[in-house]
């Protein structure tokens, strides 16, 4: 199995992204690559995002519901689907739509070219370090 470094050097490489796409997430001990990265392969894949479906739509929590399809050099076509969600547990910005729908398309992106698992997206970063805390207090 390939280390996370080289996922990292290879999506650098076929997206031409900056190294500044991506960094190693100390608390969660995985690598991370921009909400920018992500938009610059889901640009370069020419992925169609479907218009998201709220699951829940309210004040404190967004749940959103979204697929996303990619055709290969063949034609071949490959659609995924996902969630999107921002609450004041795992986002600490106060604009949880618009976190919503990029953890949506940023996990669709990575699903569709097969890395989610490996690398992660920074808008994901918070939920990393909010799951650390809640697992650190059930300890206590």
């Known amino acids: 199995m390939e280390s996370k470094n080289a996922v990292e050097k290879q999506l650098a490489e076929k997206y031409g992204l900056k190294k ?32 998201p479906q709220y699951i829940k739509n309210e004040p404190d929590a967004v749940v959103m519901y979204g697929t996303a399809t990619m055709r290969d050099e063949e034609g071949n076509e490959k659609t995924v689907w996902t969630h999107g969600e921002a609450n004041h547990k795992n986002c600490y910005i106060a604009y949880p739509f618009a976190m919503a729908e990029k953890r949506l398309k940023d996990r669709l992106t990575l699903m569709l070219i097969s890395v989610y698992g490996e690398i992660y997206s920074e808008i994901e970063a918070d939920e990393f370090s909010a799951q650390k805390k809640h697992m650190e207090s059930i300890k206590e």
């Open 20 to 51: 500044e796409c991506f960094w190693f997430h100390q608390q969660s001990k995985k690598y991370i690559i921009s909400h920018v990265g992500c938009m610059v392969i889901a640009d370069k894949e020419q992925i169609e995002f479907t218009q």
